[in-house]
């Protein structure tokens, strides 16, 4: 980050708490420097990880494979240049999945007594998977933890990190609609490189997820993808990522709060290696932050509101 970025980091408002470190779960804009009726979030960037927490790792680069690795980079750069609103998240997702039902818990790897068990419901239907709120195992990795997490430190977990970024987000979307007349959440992540269905094929650089229309008005998911396709940047629309427990909460069309998920390409942003941040992600930041601006036109005229000629520049 050049010192623009690092200034306008260090703007954000701290919130939340990861247990065991003091430091804070998320950090946010403040609304009231906010130019677009847009909230752009990244809630699987998160890095603070507690020494506890990697001391219980059975191998410690299963962070790289969890993580979003840099996307909150991506997503500081865009609303630096678009004034969008901004939701960081700090908590890495080894800790707790933001993007996870705070019932999608796989309950054979927590210690004690909860309240309410959900076993083979719809609810913890991912945690069977191996990835729940908290992450249990992954593909060529196995089990990730050592030992079992207690109900306590669940618990914990959840109040001090899950529940105040989806306070502070659904607030953030309020108020956006609130003043615009509509709102957008772009919820930002990366994927691992896809593979082309056909030898001719280009694969996806890019997915935009609206659950099926369900989270996002069907006219802001066609620009999305009608200008990644301008660009020459290959996209898909909800395969294989239609969009989680974000979007599931916090897009209601109805109410003018509109949400959708875009999966960016590690590749497009990253080293060879993908590991850390390459000389495309500023190129690549620029590109979408053009994206930004085209949907913002578009949700300020769905609310009824417009643009100032420079933030719609």
Same mark, same amino acid.
């Given at each position: 980050?050049?010192?623009?970025?690092?200034?306008?980091?260090?703007?954000?408002?701290?919130?939340?708490?990861?247990?065991?470190?003091?430091?804070?779960?998320?950090?946010?804009?403040?609304?009231?420097?906010?130019?677009?009726?847009?909230?752009?979030?990244?809630?699987?960037?998160?890095?603070?990880?507690?020494?506890?927490?990697?001391?219980?790792?059975?191998?410690? $680069?299963?962070?790289?494979?969890?993580?979003?690795?840099?996307?909150?980079?991506?997503?500081?750069?865009?609303?630096?240049?678009?004034?969008?609103?901004?939701?960081?998240?700090?908590?890495?997702?080894?800790?707790?999945?933001?993007?996870?039902?705070?019932?999608?818990?796989?309950?054979?790897?927590?210690?004690?007594?909860?309240?309410?068990?959900?076993?083979?419901?719809?609810?913890?239907?991912?945690?069977? $998977?191996?990835?729940?709120?908290?992450?249990?195992?992954?593909?060529?990795?196995?089990?990730?933890?050592?030992?079992?997490?207690?109900?306590?430190?669940?618990?914990?977990?959840?109040?001090?990190?899950?529940?105040?970024?989806?306070?502070?987000?659904?607030?953030?979307?309020?108020?956006?609609?609130?003043?615009?007349?509509?709102?957008?959440?772009?919820?930002?992540? $990366?994927?691992?490189?896809?593979?082309?269905?056909?030898?001719?094929?280009?694969?996806?650089?890019?997915?935009?997820?609206?659950?099926?229309?369900?989270?996002?008005?069907?006219?802001?998911?066609?620009?999305?993808?009608?200008?990644?396709?301008?660009?020459?940047?290959?996209?898909?629309?909800?395969?294989?990522?239609?969009?989680?427990?974000?979007?599931?909460?916090?897009?209601?069309?109805?109410?003018?709060?509109?949400?959708?998920?875009?999966?960016?390409?590690?590749?497009?942003?990253?080293?060879?290696?993908?590991?850390?941040?390459?000389?495309?992600?500023?190129?690549?930041?620029?590109?979408?932050?053009?994206?930004?601006?085209?949907?913002?036109?578009?949700?300020?005229?769905?609310?009824?509101?417009?643009?100032?000629?420079?933030?719609?520049?």
């Amino acid at each position: 980050m050049d010192g623009t970025g690092d200034e306008f980091f260090a703007s954000l408002v701290p919130g939340g708490e990861v247990p065991g470190t003091g430091l804070p779960a998320f950090r946010s804009s403040d609304l009231r420097k906010c130019a677009l009726p847009i909230v752009v979030a990244a809630p699987h960037g998160g890095r603070s990880y507690p020494a506890s927490l990697l001391a219980d790792m059975r191998n410690e $680069s299963v962070r790289i494979r969890l993580e979003d690795r840099f996307v909150d980079l991506l997503a500081l750069e865009i609303a630096r240049q678009t004034g969008a609103a901004l939701l960081l998240a700090e908590a890495p997702r080894a800790m707790i999945d933001l993007n996870r039902a705070p019932d999608d818990v796989d309950w054979g790897m927590v210690s004690g007594k909860p309240a309410v068990r959900t076993r083979n419901s719809l609810a913890n239907r991912r945690a069977r $998977s191996g990835l729940g709120l908290v992450p249990r195992r992954l593909p060529a990795f196995g089990e990730i933890w050592r030992s079992p997490i207690s109900h306590e430190e669940l618990g914990r977990r959840v109040s001090t990190i899950h529940q105040p970024y989806h306070r502070e987000l659904g607030k953030m979307l309020d108020l956006v609609r609130d003043q615009w007349g509509a709102a957008l959440l772009i919820d930002l992540h $990366s994927m691992p490189p896809l593979k082309p269905r056909f030898s001719e094929e280009r694969a996806a650089e890019f997915v935009v997820g609206d659950r099926f229309g369900a989270s996002c008005n069907e006219r802001l998911t066609s620009i999305s993808l009608r200008y990644l396709e301008d660009q020459n940047r290959p996209a898909a629309r909800n395969r294989p990522y239609s969009g989680g427990y974000v979007l599931d909460r916090h897009g209601h069309p109805q109410r003018g709060v509109h949400a959708l998920q875009l999966e960016v390409c590690r590749s497009s942003y990253l080293c060879s290696r993908l590991d850390g941040p390459s000389m495309r992600l500023p190129a690549l930041a620029r590109m979408l932050s053009g994206m930004v601006r085209g949907l913002a036109r578009e949700v300020a005229a769905i609310g009824g509101a417009s643009l100032s000629p420079l933030a719609a520049e």
